[in-house]
């Protein structure tokens, strides 16, 4: 099974600043691999795939880079309502398919 | 629009069975493959199952596998998920979630609302 294992927590942001997430699989992904976001009480929403193309309707401010095992997910400028959880997801070698445990974007 | 409405959560004694269904709308649900995500309470995302878009191949986490079961009628553009044998550690909000066009190969990019399932005495 691959562990995917997402860095920081809980990342502290002003409005406005750029926020810079982490994401790591235990072996390499190629670049099979998504983002989601997930505000308080909502279900997830698809972000990234492919580990850098954007998910329809979502604003360009999001980006995703990385290949193999070493990923990110760049917000540029942080708006309220971007504050919320991130996973990453890998669906390269599944099952099953494996989640990371989640980095937490808050205001600074 | 394509939306996916869960159902069927709810209050179950250790030990007993539900019966979640997932109907989907506005897109041809026939052809796609078609997952169960759950989150515990204050925890991530926990993949549970998938089911390919014919039936024809399922798998299932190592959590589940034995307990519950995934099926899917595309007469009513529906999903289910059986769950019995349940315990505490099952308590989640399950999702289903659309996976790839003909391909059980890819990521999870329309996800339903979720429903509740509370295993307690």
């Known amino acids: 099974e691959i562990v995917m294992t997402q860095s920081p927590a809980t990342l502290s942001v002003s409005p406005g600043e750029r926020a810079t997430l982490s994401c790591r699989a235990s072996q390499n992904i190629g670049s099979n691999l998504a983002w989601y976001q997930q505000r308080p009480g909502q279900a997830p929403r698809l972000l990234i795939y492919r580990a850098s193309t954007r998910a329809t309707g979502i604003p360009a401010r999001f980006s995703g880079s990385g290949s193999g095992t070493d990923f990110a997910l760049t917000i540029s400028s942080l708006q309220s309502e971007d504050f919320a959880i991130y996973y990453c997801?890998?669906?390269?070698?599944?099952?099953?398919?494996?989640f990371g445990l989640g980095t937490r974007v808050e205001v600074k | 629009q394509v939306q996916l409405v869960e159902s069927g959560g709810g209050a179950v004694q250790p030990g007993g069975s539900l019966r979640l269904s997932c109907a989907a709308s506005g897109f041809t649900f026939s052809r796609y493959c078609m997952h169960w995500v759950r989150q515990a309470p204050g925890k991530g995302l926990e993949w549970v199952a998938v089911m390919s878009f014919d039936g024809s191949n399922k798998f299932y986490a190592d959590s589940v596998k034995g307990r519950f079961t995934i099926s899917r009628d595309n007469s009513k553009n529906t999903l289910y998920l059986q769950m019995n044998s349940l315990s505490a550690e099952d308590t989640a909000v399950y999702y289903c979630?659309?996976?790839?066009?003909?391909?059980?190969?890819?990521?999870?990019?329309?996800w339903g609302k979720g429903t509740t399932v509370t295993v307690s005495s």
């Open positions: 979630a659309r996976g790839r066009y003909y391909d059980l190969f890819g990521y999870m990019d329309v």
């Open positions: 997801e890998q669906y390269d070698n599944w099952p099953p398919w494996t």
